[in-house]
């Protein structure tokens, strides 16, 4: 059974840090892309960033220069690391491993974490 364990939220004021964990049990990332994804209330979900198996990352425009994505593979977790953190990330983040489809938040043979809140104040 595949299972994504999400850490890693808090609260922090703006232009603070924080950085995400997920953990995966269950896959490899040589076979799986790995996403971060978000949702606030009264908002959609968007792919905030991705790492594929080839290695390739994506950025959403808003956190490019502030986010960076990296795994670990000897430990199986993908991290985000927020850097200068802004109110309007506050979120709901979410992990996702599986066949990602484009920047969406679709993810094909997917697996869901169960997901972290953030929550940036001024």
């Known amino acids: 059974e595949v299972q994504l364990v999400e850490s890693g939220g808090g609260s922090v004021q703006a232009g603070g840090s924080l950085r995400l964990s997920c953990t995966a049990y269950?896959?490899?990332?040589?076979?799986?892309?790995m996403g971060w994804y978000r949702q606030a209330p009264g908002n959609e979900c968007e792919m905030v960033s991705s790492?594929?198996?080839?290695?390739?990352?994506y950025y959403r425009d808003s956190v490019k220069g502030r986010f960076t994505i990296s795994q670990d593979n000897a430990k199986n977790t993908v991290y985000l690391q927020m850097n200068s953190l802004k109110r309007e990330d506050t979120a709901v983040y979410f992990c996702?491993?599986?066949?990602?489809?484009?920047?969406?938040?679709?993810?094909?043979?997917?697996?869901w974490g169960q997901g972290t809140q953030v929550t940036v104040s001024s």
């Open positions: 996702a491993a599986g066949q990602l489809a484009g920047t969406t938040c679709r993810v094909y043979s997917g697996t």
């Open positions: 269950g896959l490899s990332f040589d076979d799986s892309d």
């Open positions: 790492i594929r198996s080839d290695g390739s990352t």
